[in-house]
């Protein structure tokens, strides 16, 4: 960390001169600004590998960007890059590197921890992998009566969940049709049982994901499947090993579990577990999409680590989205961020953004533990267009808040859609393009009159606008684009971290939660007092047991 972490960020004159701009600026119009610029559709855009990003209908002037830049440069925020880059233990609660870019890195690069270049390792795991899914996709790799393994069922919590889950839904057009693959995270016993229901379990592949393999929801999972498998097929532990791997940083647990370490793929502590599914975590993903098409997506994710890497800061797309966002956030006192996917592929994207940033930013305290008094980071949320229109766009256009959004959309449906289908997909993009133009315009006074509305409705009618979006436009929702969306958003979410001064890469947050609910659960079974137990949870546990009839 540079001396400069050490200034407390709202008692630098990079962030004085921001909110004395934004003073300035005032209610700043995006009419205004576009009117003044005829050029500021067309210049106000970058372009990152496929990504053709317009950042034109934000709140912002040259001068707001350069200022802004500023302020990343005071902090020092490409320094933090390269550090991390260079394998330095920048997740310093924890001590440990940050380095999921060098599960991308090409084979001759070397990124060293602790002394030693952990790209060998990577891409030996990357070998091991492609050999395994080749295995599994050819019925090679057979179950423990003979059959093919023709469902993956991914048991995982959290990053071992929502990457995987998300980019198989994102790439289906390019999945194994055959396979049937799904994915079980919840402790409630109801996920499981719908995962497994209509499965022969001698057709079954369980993969556990646990980079601790401590998880308490993912180990009781693992092992009801373990049960059911084992019930179903009625046979011993012996057929554990043909239906059951692991991924994980944990082997003494892996084989604690009865999983042969042999049939385990490895990963490590600088891999953060929302930072993971570029890693063995994402060994059902590339079961399902195949090593050629996994391998396309990890070069994706790489074309944005080097972009991020040497793009000038003006130029920088990470940064930028960084820096709007801190803009939104910490001078215009916005709640949240919506991420809105044109693309039903697109359908658990923001789901999993929300663990990316929220478990990564929602910190109070920057790196030497003081706490903060400017806001960190915001609530993401968003599902895919044009569902979220007829749910809650109504909030975004006319609402009190202010909610700035990224929406991202294709110019290509997948090549799979019936001809009919595909059709339809300019519809969507339609939508797409108006929701934008709508935010940022929206609709005055004078043209509502205009259209004959009675003045009572007028009010009712008109749109204020200046409702700031990005837009972020690729050709096709392939393996790459999806690897450079992914890696656009954790570098974005590490400017934002570097500038608050936080430790984006823990997650002590989560913790409290997990000791109390070991603590309760005595309580709900065996009706154990349990010390401490404050008298609205005590309440609430004796209401539990009666309705259970305990
Ligand atoms: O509890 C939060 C968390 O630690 C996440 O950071 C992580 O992705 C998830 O749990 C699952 O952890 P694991 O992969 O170790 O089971």
Redesign the pocket.
Same mark, same amino acid.
């Given at each position: 960390m540079n001396a400069d972490s050490r200034t407390r960020l709202n008692q630098m004159p990079e962030w004085t001169a921001l909110a004395k701009h934004r003073e300035e600026l005032g209610e700043v119009r995006l009419r205004d600004l576009f009117a003044a610029d005829p050029g500021r559709g067309s210049g106000y855009t970058l372009e990152v590998g496929d990504l053709y990003v317009d950042f034109s209908k934000h709140l912002v002037t040259d001068e707001t960007l350069r200022l802004l830049r500023e302020l990343a440069a005071a902090r020092d925020v490409f320094g933090l890059r390269d550090a991390m880059f260079r394998g330095e233990k920048i997740n310093t609660t924890e001590k440990r590197a940050v380095l999921h870019t060098a599960l991308r890195a090409p084979g001759d690069a070397v990124i060293e921890v602790d002394g030693e270049n952990v790209v060998p390792k990577v891409h030996a795991v990357l070998d091991k992998m492609s050999a395994f899914a080749d295995r599994v996709r050819s019925g090679e790799w057979t179950g423990h009566t003979g059959k093919r393994i023709k469902n993956v069922v991914n048991v995982? $919590? #959290?990053? @071992?969940?929502?990457g995987p889950a998300m980019a198989y839904e994102a790439l289906r057009a390019y999945t194994d049709r055959d396979l049937t693959v799904r994915f079980v995270s919840n402790v409630d016993g109801a996920d499981l049982h719908e995962a497994v229901r209509d499965l022969d379990a001698a057709e079954t592949l369980f993969i556990i994901? @646990? =980079? /601790?393999? /401590?998880?308490i929801? /993912?180990i009781t999972n693992a092992t009801s499947a373990r049960a059911w498998l084992l019930g179903e097929l009625k046979a011993g532990q012996e057929a554990v090993a043909r239906h059951f791997v692991a991924l @994980? /940083?944990?082997a003494p647990k892996v084989e604690e579990f009865g999983i042969d370490t042999a049939n385990m793929f490895e990963f490590w502590d600088w891999v953060? #577990?929302?930072y @993971?599914y570029d890693s063995a $975590?994402g060994l059902s993903l590339m079961i399902a999409i195949g090593p050629d098409r996994f391998r396309e997506m990890l070069d994706g994710f790489r074309t944005v680590d080097e972009h991020f890497r040497s793009a000038p800061a003006e130029a920088n797309v990470p940064l930028l989205l960084g820096l709007l966002g801190i803009w939104y956030d910490n001078f215009h006192d916005a709640q949240s961020h919506a991420v809105l996917p044109y693309s039903h592929y697109l359908s658990r994207f923001t789901a999993y953004l929300q *663990?990316l940033d929220m478990?990564s930013n929602g910190k109070s305290v920057d790196r030497d533990g003081k706490e903060v008094d400017w806001q960190t980071g915001p609530v993401v949320w968003g599902t895919p267009g044009t569902n979220g229109q007829h749910a809650y766009y109504q909030l975004l256009h006319q609402g009190t808040k202010l909610i700035p959004a990224d929406f991202i959309g294709f110019a290509e449906p997948v090549a799979e859609l019936a001809p009919g289908l595909a059709a339809q997909h300019d519809l969507l993009m339609a939508n797409f393009f108006a929701q934008t133009q709508a935010l940022a315009f929206g609709k005055t006074p004078d043209e509502v009159r205009a259209e004959g509305v009675p003045e009572e409705l007028v009010p009712h009618k008109t749109f204020k606008g200046n409702r700031p979006t990005t837009t972020i436009l690729a050709r096709e929702l392939t393996p790459s684009v999806l690897g450079q969306l992914v890696a656009l958003y954790e570098h974005k979410v590490f400017v934002q971290g570097a500038i608050w001064n936080i430790d984006s890469f823990d *997650?002590w947050g989560?913790?409290l939660g =997990?000791v109390l609910a070991k603590r309760v659960e005595p309580a709900l079974t065996e009706g154990a007092e349990v010390p401490g137990l404050d008298e609205s949870t005590k309440t609430l546990v004796a209401k539990y047991r009666e309705l259970r009839g305990r």
């Open positions: 995982g $919590i #959290g990053g @071992s969940d929502l994901a @646990s =980079k /601790t393999f /401590t998880t929801e /993912t @994980s /940083t944990n953060g #577990g929302r @993971s $975590i *663990q478990e *997650q989560v913790e =997990k």
